[in-house]
C-alpha cells in the first residue's frame, strides 16, 4: 500500500461513489488535478470531501468479491457476477418498459491485456468489453443486459445471436412486446421462436441467412425507382423488400407490407438538380427507423457525464460502467414521474449534482430529519443501489467493516444506526412523494421487516 491504510467508515464509501460521479461533471487530465493548488484548477469541491491519498486509498483497495471462486457459478465474471446480477435485478425491478423494445451491443472501453475484450470496427468504441443491452425504445431505458465472456459452445446449438435475444427477453417480460434489432440477430428460427412466445419481432435480415425464402418472386427489379416495395409473406413471417438509395431488406412477424406510407426524400433530375418528392415507404421500415435506436440513445446518455477514470484493473472499468448505468436509469425514471405529474424534470446534469450532494453529505449517525431532502424520487433507484453496492464493493481489508454495520441491521431487524437510518431516509422520501411502486419495490429489495420497525 503506498499509504497508510485505516478501516473504511461506511460513510465514505458513499462519499467516495459521490466524489466519483462528480469527476463525470466537471473533467481533468489525471485524478491528482482534483487536489491540486495550481490556478488553473483550484477545486474546492474535492478537498472538501476527501484527502487526496485517503481517494487514492480507496481506490486502490476497491475489490471486487471473488466468492464464486470453486463454486457451480464460477465463469470468466467470477469477480463480477454478484455485482452483474444485483445491477440488473435493479433494472428490472424499478420499470416496466413501452411495447416498443430494441436490443444492440455497446461497448465499455478498456485496453486491458484480458482473452473476452472484443472489436467492433461499426462501433466508436471499437476496443472493450461487449453487452447485448435490452432497452426500452422510446426512452433508452437499460431494462437488461449480458456481459459477453468469448467464444464458447452454444446452448441451445442455434448460435449466439439467437441465445443474446432469448436469454434477454425470457427472463421477467410478459408478452405483447415488440423487439427491434439488425441483421446480425434477424433469423427466420429467430422470429418464430418469439412468436411462438407471443413476441413481435422486426429487423433488417440477410438473404444468405438459413429460411430466407428462396424465389425469384420477390426480387427487386433492375433499375427500380426509389420508393419500390416488393414483398413475400409466408405463414407469419414478412419479407420486405424497398428501393431507397439502396435495397433494404426487412424481416416482420406484426406488421402489414405497406399502408399507403410516404417519406421525403431527395431525388436528382435528369438536368443534375436535386428535388424534394415523397416516396411510398413501407411501415415496417418506417417503424424500424422510429425504435431500433434505443441502446444508442442509451449509449448517448452514458457518454454524457461518464466516469472517465483510467485504472489497472479491467474489473473496475466495468463498476464505474454500472455506476453510469444506475445513474441514467434513475435519471429516465425521474423524468418518467415527473411527466406523471405533469412537472418540469430535472436536467441531466442537475440531477447528477444533486445526487452528488445526497452521496456525499450522507451521513450514518444523522437522523432522516435532519438529512437533506432527496429533490427528485428518480433517486431512489440510485441510492438502493448504493446500498447493494456497500455490500458487494469491497477489498478484503474493506468486508469486515462492512460486514459488521450491515450484518447485525439485517439479522436483528432493528438497531444498526446506520442501515435504519437510511431506511427511515428513503422511507420518508417514498412518503412524500406517494410513490407507492417504488416503495413495493424497495420492500422486495432491503425487505419489509426493517421498513416496519422503521415506521412503528
Known amino acids: 500500500m503506498k499509504t497508510p491504510w485505516s478501516p473504511l467508515e461506511p460513510g465514505e464509501l458513499y462519499r467516495y461513489f459521490g466524489v466519483l460521479i462528480s469527476m463525470g461533471l466537471v473533467r481533468c487530465p489525471e485524478t491528482r488535478d482534483y487536489w491540486s493548488r495550481a490556478r488553473c484548477y483550484s477545486l474546492p469541491f474535492p478537498r472538501t470531501v476527501f484527502s487526496r491519498t485517503r481517494f487514492e486509498a480507496i481506490s486502490w483497495a476497491v475489490h471486487i468479491s471473488d466468492a464464486l471462486r470453486g463454486t457451480d457459478r464460477y465463469d470468466r465474471f467470477f469477480r463480477l457476477r454478484p455485482l452483474i446480477d444485483e445491477v440488473v435485478a435493479a433494472c428490472r425491478s424499478f420499470y416496466q418498459p413501452r411495447q416498443q423494445l430494441s436490443i444492440d451491443e455497446r461497448m465499455v472501453a478498456t485496453k486491458a491485456r484480458i482473452g473476452f475484450k472484443q472489436y467492433m470496427k461499426a462501433k466508436p468504441t471499437k476496443w472493450g468489453f461487449k453487452l447485448f443491452v435490452l432497452s426500452d425504445a422510446c426512452n433508452g431505458y437499460t431494462c437488461d443486459f449480458n456481459v459477453y465472456t468469448g467464444k464458447q459452445k452454444s446452448p441451445t446449438g442455434k448460435g449466439l445471436s439467437h441465445d443474446a435475444v432469448i436469454n434477454l427477453l425470457t427472463p421477467y417480460l410478459g408478452t405483447g412486446y415488440q423487439v427491434y434489432f439488425d441483421n446480425w440477430y434477424t433469423s427466420t428460427a429467430l422470429f418464430q421462436e418469439l412468436h411462438g412466445m407471443r413476441f413481435g419481432a422486426c429487423g433488417t435480415c440477410r438473404e444468405n441467412r438459413k429460411g430466407y425464402p428462396v424465389t425469384k418472386v420477390n426480387d427487386m427489379p433492375r433499375n427500380a425507382e426509389r420508393g419500390t416495395v416488393k414483398w413475400i409473406r409466408q405463414g407469419q413471417m414478412l419479407y420486405v423488400k424497398w428501393m431507397d438509395t439502396r435495397e433494404v431488406k426487412m424481416c416482420s412477424t406484426f406488421h402489414m407490407a405497406f399502408q399507403g406510407d410516404t417519406t421525403v426524400r431527395n431525388v436528382r433530375n435528369t438536368d443534375g438538380t436535386w428535388t424534394s418528392c415523397r416516396v411510398p415507404i413501407p411501415v415496417s421500415v418506417r417503424e424500424y427507423n422510429k ?112 460486514a459488521q454495520w450491515i450484518a447485525p441491521a439485517r439479522q436483528q431487524q432493528a438497531g444498526g444506526d446506520v442501515f435504519i437510518a437510511l431506511l427511515m431516509h428513503i422511507v420518508v422520501i417514498c412518503d412524500e412523494t406517494h410513490h407507492c411502486r417504488v416503495v413495493s419495490k424497495f420492500y422486495d429489495v432491503v425487505g419489509a421487516g426493517p421498513v416496519r420497525a422503521v415506521m412503528s
Open 291 to 402: 425504435f431500433m435506436g434505443g441502446v444508442d440513445l442509451s449509449d448517448a446518455l452514458l457518454k454524457y457525464y461518464r466516469i472517465r477514470r483510467k485504472t489497472m484493473k479491467w474489473y473496475k472499468a466495468l463498476l464505474f460502467h454500472f455506476i453510469d448505468v444506475a445513474v441514467v436509469n434513475g435519471f429516465l425514471l425521474h423524468k418518467e414521474l415527473a411527466a406523471q405529474k405533469q412537472r418540469r424534470p430535472l436536467t441531466h446534469k442537475r440531477f447528477r449534482e444533486l445526487l452528488v450532494e445526497q452521496l456525499v453529505n450522507f451521513h450514518p449517525g444523522r437522523s432522516a430529519a435532519a438529512s437533506a431532502p432527496v429533490s427528485s424520487p428518480g433517486l431512489l433507484l440510485v441510492v438502493v443501489l448504493w446500498v447493494q453496492l456497500v455490500d458487494l464493493v469491497a477489498s478484503q481489508s474493506l468486508s469486515v467493516t462492512l
